[in-house]
C-alpha cells in the first residue's frame, strides 16, 4: 500500500496528514511486524511518523500495544485504506463517547459508506474484550466481539447520513488498482485536497458519475 501513491503522496501518508486535520491530539500508524510490512515501518521512521509494530494476526492486542504507547484512555480506529474518512465524526464519536462514558461508538454501518466510516472504542474496553475472547475472527477484527456483544458493553451507533444510493456503486476505499484513479480523480475536483468534507466528496461523485472499478487485481 506504501506505494500507491495519491496527492503526490503515499497512501499511508495521505492518510496519516488527513487525521491530523482533526482535533485528535495524537496520530499513530500502528502496523505489523511482519517482514511485508518492513518498507512501511521505515518509511514512517524516516519521515518522522509515530508508529508501532504489533501482531500481524492479533490486531486487537496491536491496538491495545498502540493505546498503552500513547497513554490514550479514547481511541479513533481509522484504517489506512480509507483516504476520504470523514473527519467530522471521528471528533464528534469521540466527543460522544466521553461524555456520555461509552465504551464504543460508531456509525450504524448502513447509514455510512465504507470510505467514510470510522469506529471509537475505549482502551478499557479493548482489554476486556481480549481477555474475554481468542477467536481468531474477534482478534484480526479489532471491535468485532464488542459489536457481537453489545449487552456486555456500552455502545451507540449513529445515523451518518452518508450513504446515499447514489454512491453504493462507488468504491471509496483502496482496495483494488483502479481504486486509485477512482479516489485520484475525485481529490482533483476538491477545493482543499486534505481538509474536506464527505458533502464535497459526495457531489463529486454525484457529478462525475463514478462508478465501482473492476476487482481485477488485489492491493497488497
Known sequence: ???????????????????????????????????????????CINNKMPVIRGSLTDVLGRYIKAADFLNAEYLARIGGDTPFVDISLVVSFLNTLISEKLDYVSAKRETCASGFYSETVTLKALKRA??????????EHVTRFI?????????????????????????????YPRDMETAGAIIDELR???SFTSKEVLDVVRKKGLRKCAESQVIK
Not at 482535533?23 to 518498507?39: F, G, P, Q, Y
Open 1 to 43: 500500500m506504501l506505494y500507491n501513491i495519491l496527492d503526490n503522496m503515499p497512501l499511508v501518508r495521505f492518510v496519516y496528514e488527513r487525521c491530523r486535520q482533526s482535533l485528535v491530539r495524537k496520530v499513530l500508524v500502528a502496523t505489523s511486524e511482519d517482514k511485508s510490512d518492513d518498507v512501511l515501518y521505515e518509511y
Open 130 to 139: 481480549a481477555r474475554s475472547t481468542r477467536d481468531k475472527e474477534d482478534l
Open 147 to 175: 459489536i457481537n456483544n453489545k449487552e456486555r458493553f456500552l455502545t451507540k451507533f449513529t445515523n451518518a447520513e452518508l450513504n446515499p444510493e447514489f454512491v453504493r456503486e462507488t468504491r471509496l476505499t483502496i482496495d
Open 192 to 194: 482543499d485536497r486534505l
